[in-house]
């Protein structure tokens, strides 16, 4: 009886790779589009920062008084307590925004007086309507019910004669959409300048050997990168955009770029304020962090 034959396959034998040896990497298939360009230059954002500036010392202030339609001056003692806020925004914004109120006009003034004349005077950065409270301090109100329902929620109860909060909270919206929009086109133009300045400074760069490009050195005006200020060690932020408006006003705006945030939850005294940090994409803004001012 004949013995049947089974057909067994030669072992494969694999090359083993020396000691040291490097591992050769596959190819990779060409990548489609420009997205990974824009990933890898960097420049995919850029940082602005936005400083909400509540308006300097007036005699309502020292009263304790609700105002908001009441075009009060400031008093003589608004400018010292100006003085920390002055050094903070030293460093002129290219975006000016201010209410048409007096004591926001005149905290500009103080704060920016070479050029406050060029800032954008807005009604909607005024501060919410009180109505028939207007004038009146806490202690005139503190037994009224409807002043502690008011209190309790804004939101839904409104002051007699005053601003719904819907009202408020849409020209808030508006407003601060637009000065979104004009510091993207603002830091969009910077971007593009400072693209340019740094291809022309190294335009003007000696080569390798040192001898100058063209046969001649470049005569103009060497570009050199701009630092924080400061202040002793301690390095400062400069804003981008300098906003002057009123505390209600300012609380708003800082629950708009922060929305897990409650409008009581921001401290803004008499002359201090907010500085917003944002990065600007292509498609989007993305709201960073909040600090004091100054």
Same mark, same amino acid.
């Given at each position: 009886? =004949?013995?049947?034959?089974?057909?067994?396959? +030669? +072992?494969? $034998?694999?090359?083993?790779?020396?000691?040291?040896?490097?591992?050769?990497?596959?190819?990779?298939?060409?990548?489609?589009? %420009? /997205?990974?360009?824009?990933?890898?230059?960097?420049?995919?954002?850029?940082?602005?920062? #936005?400083?909400?500036?509540?308006?300097?010392?007036?005699?309502?202030?020292?009263?304790? /008084?609700?105002?908001?339609?009441?075009?009060?001056? *400031?008093?003589?003692?608004?400018?010292?307590?100006?003085?920390?806020?002055? /050094?903070?925004?030293?460093?002129?914004?290219?975006?000016?925004?201010?209410?048409?109120?007096?004591?926001?006009?005149?905290?500009?003034?103080? @704060?920016?007086?070479?050029?406050?004349?060029?800032?954008? &005077?807005?009604?909607?950065?005024?501060?919410?309507?009180?109505?028939?409270?207007?004038? *009146? %301090?806490?202690?005139?109100?503190?037994?009224?019910?409807?002043?502690?329902?008011? *209190?309790?929620?804004?939101?839904?109860?409104?002051?007699?004669?005053?601003?719904?909060?819907?009202? #408020?909270?849409?020209?808030?919206?508006?407003?601060?959409?637009?000065?979104?929009?004009?510091?993207?086109?603002?830091?969009?133009?910077?971007?593009?300048?400072?693209?340019?300045?740094?291809?022309?400074?190294?335009?003007?760069?000696?080569?390798?050997?040192?001898?100058?490009?063209?046969?001649?050195?470049?005569?103009?005006?060497?570009? $050199?990168? =701009?630092?924080?200020?400061?202040?002793?060690?301690?390095?400062?932020?400069?804003?981008?955009?300098?906003?002057?408006?009123?505390?209600?006003? &300012?609380?708003?705006?800082?629950? @708009?770029? #922060?929305? =897990?945030?409650?409008?009581?939850?921001?401290?803004?005294?008499?002359?201090?304020?907010?500085?917003?940090?944002?990065?600007?994409?292509?498609?989007?803004?993305?709201?960073?962090?909040?600090?004091?001012?100054?």
């Amino acid at each position: 009886m =004949k013995q049947k034959r089974t057909y067994k396959a +030669p +072992p494969v $034998r694999r090359k083993r790779r020396q000691a040291g040896a490097r591992r050769q990497a596959r190819p990779k298939p060409p990548r489609c589009g %420009t /997205r990974h360009i824009r990933r890898r230059s960097g420049a995919s954002s850029v940082i602005v920062r #936005f400083a909400l500036v509540r308006h300097s010392l007036t005699q309502a202030n020292v009263e304790r /008084r609700y105002i908001s339609y009441t075009d009060s001056p *400031l008093l003589p003692e608004a400018e010292e307590v100006l003085r920390p806020m002055r /050094r903070a925004v030293a460093h002129p914004a290219p975006l000016l925004y201010t209410s048409d109120m007096r004591r926001c006009r005149e905290t500009l003034a103080q @704060l920016r007086p070479r050029d406050a004349g060029r800032a954008h &005077v807005d009604t909607r950065l005024r501060e919410y309507d009180f109505g028939m409270w207007e004038g *009146l %301090t806490y202690n005139d109100l503190k037994e009224d019910p409807a002043y502690r329902r008011w *209190l309790d929620d804004m939101t839904s109860v409104q002051p007699p004669r005053g601003e719904p909060w819907q009202t #408020f909270s849409t020209r808030t919206a508006h407003v601060w959409w637009e000065i979104l929009q004009k510091a993207g086109r603002q830091t969009a133009v910077a971007a593009g300048q400072g693209a340019r300045g740094q291809r022309h400074r190294r335009e003007c760069e000696p080569d390798r050997e040192g001898s100058d490009p063209g046969g001649e050195r470049c005569r103009t005006a060497r570009l $050199r990168r =701009k630092r924080p200020g400061r202040v002793g060690n301690a390095y400062e932020a400069r804003p981008d955009v300098l906003v002057v408006t009123h505390g209600g006003m &300012v609380r708003r705006l800082y629950t @708009l770029a #922060f929305p =897990k945030k409650t409008f009581w939850e921001a401290t803004v005294p008499i002359g201090a304020g907010i500085l917003i940090t944002a990065a600007k994409s292509p498609r989007r803004w993305k709201f960073l962090r909040a600090e004091r001012l100054p």
